[in-house]
């Protein structure tokens, strides 16, 4: 396998730093020549320190002058959007590894799409925004897109060597979250605290609410939809507490074919980044030696709304799977900020889909204005309260 060169946009987040775990475990197999981050430049300057790229990129013009202040190495600090930009398609670098959270990854992956990257895929709101723009431009481009998160990675791995056509169900596991189990009722005083310790998996906090609510399950049907293009109908998901089942295929024979480790994101972010080989890593294995058991239950969509309103955004299509990320973003915010309750989540996601129109096969600046719009109407609805 040659040497990958690695552009990571947003490596200061929980895929990102794991990401650069996997690349410091293999110096042999992966060159990092780019890096970005939002506003932590304390920690991207010691990433800097230890992997030397090329470029290092904050977004936050504040954060970049800090960093160039102190900073006395040989790489180049960019800032803004437009650093963002070079980093994503900059000539030295062959694999972009978009794990920068929400609507931001957009604009740098379509970028990537068209310098002819590979795109090693962690940021799900890309696809779920504009799966219809970016599926059509990675064909045209001949760009493989890999996908990092660990639901989708195991329905890649799943379906290798397999045709598409005997393909019956997609089935997408999930953990349930901190809250499975509880009533509507009792979901009304949960606080961000108890939100943010989710029982298997270590994430970022935002994509943690997302995994209470289920809307970030739900952001991964409509993800799976676009990679696989597989019918809603046949896209299922199946609560699974212990996360050791990743996700599964059922073929027209009946057969379910699943994969399964311990819930370690190095494994998906590995395989993605070597594929089609795999190489040898010092991950935690499975011991069948010892008693084990996996549970399997339907999701509450009655109570957790996020996975329901996802699926009616998905079936639209459209601007409307935008709509419900955008909502959900300012929604998620304002709860980790401490200004709405957790149920208040899906009522601004709801009253988004219903306020704003459909436009169906929206182009990337009709996906900017319905983000922008329904931003500016959420953020209206939170004034109100």
């Given amino acids: 396998m040659a040497v990958k060169r690695l552009s990571i946009l947003g490596s ?46 904050l977004v936050d013009e504040k954060a970049a002058a800090r960093l160039r202040e102190r900073y006395r190495g040989k790489t180049e600090i960019l800032s803004g959007a437009d650093g963002l930009r070079v980093a ?30 590979t795109i090693a895929l962690a940021n799900k709101e890309t696809l779920v925004v504009a799966g219809e723009l970016v599926m059509a431009l990675a064909k045209k481009k001949g760009v493989p897109i890999l996908p ?25 596991t999930a953990s349930g979250g901190p809250f499975r189990g509880k009533t509507t ?7 961000v605290t108890d939100c943010l310790k989710h029982p298997t998996w270590s994430m970022g906090k935002k994509i943690t609410v997302d995994s209470a609510t289920l809307v970030n399950k739900g952001l991964e049907v409509i993800e799976a939809h676009w990679l696989y293009d597989v019918p ?14 990743h996700s599964m295929v ?48 339907p999701p509450d969509m009655n109570t957790f709304r996020g996975l329901a309103l996802a699926y009616e955004a998905g079936k639209a299509g459209g601007t409307m799977p935008c709509v419900l990320n955008a909502a959900n973003e300012e929604a998620v915010a304002a709860f980790l900020a401490g200004r709405i309750g957790f149920l208040d989540i899906y009522d601004c996601i709801e009253r988004a889909m219903e306020a704003q ?13 319905a983000d922008a719009q329904t931003r500016s109407l959420v953020c209206g609805i939170l004034k109100m309260r």
């Fill in 12 to 57: 200061t987040g929980s895929i990102g730093t794991q990401t650069l775990d996997v690349a410091r475990n293999h110096p042999e197999l992966f060159q990092v020549v780019a890096l970005s981050a939002n506003t932590s430049d304390e920690i991207l300057e010691r990433q800097m320190e230890e992997f030397h790229p090329a470029l290092a990129i």
């Fill in 88 to 117: 994503a398609t900059f000539g030295e670098a062959d694999t972009v590894v978009t794990s920068m959270v929400g609507f931001a990854g957009l604009a740098p992956t379509l970028a990537a799409l068209e310098a002819g990257k």
């Fill in 148 to 172: 990092v998160d660990s639901e989708h990675c195991a329905l890649f791995q799943c379906l290798q060597g397999e045709h598409r056509d005997t393909v019956e169900r997609l089935i997408l």
């Fill in 185 to 191: 009722e009792e979901l009304r005083s949960v606080t």
């Fill in 232 to 245: 809603y109908e046949k896209i299922e998901v199946a609560v699974h507490p212990q996360s050791i089942v």
């Fill in 250 to 297: 059922e073929f027209r024979d009946g057969a379910v074919m699943a994969q399964l480790g311990l819930p370690d994101m190095r494994l998906p972010i590995q395989y993605a980044l070597t594929y089609p080989t795999r190489k040898a890593a010092d991950f935690g294995r499975m011991d069948f030696s010892t008693r084990m058991s996996l549970s399997f239950e």
């Fill in 357 to 369: 129109e459909n436009v169906l096969h929206p182009t990337f600046e009709m996906l900017c204005e």
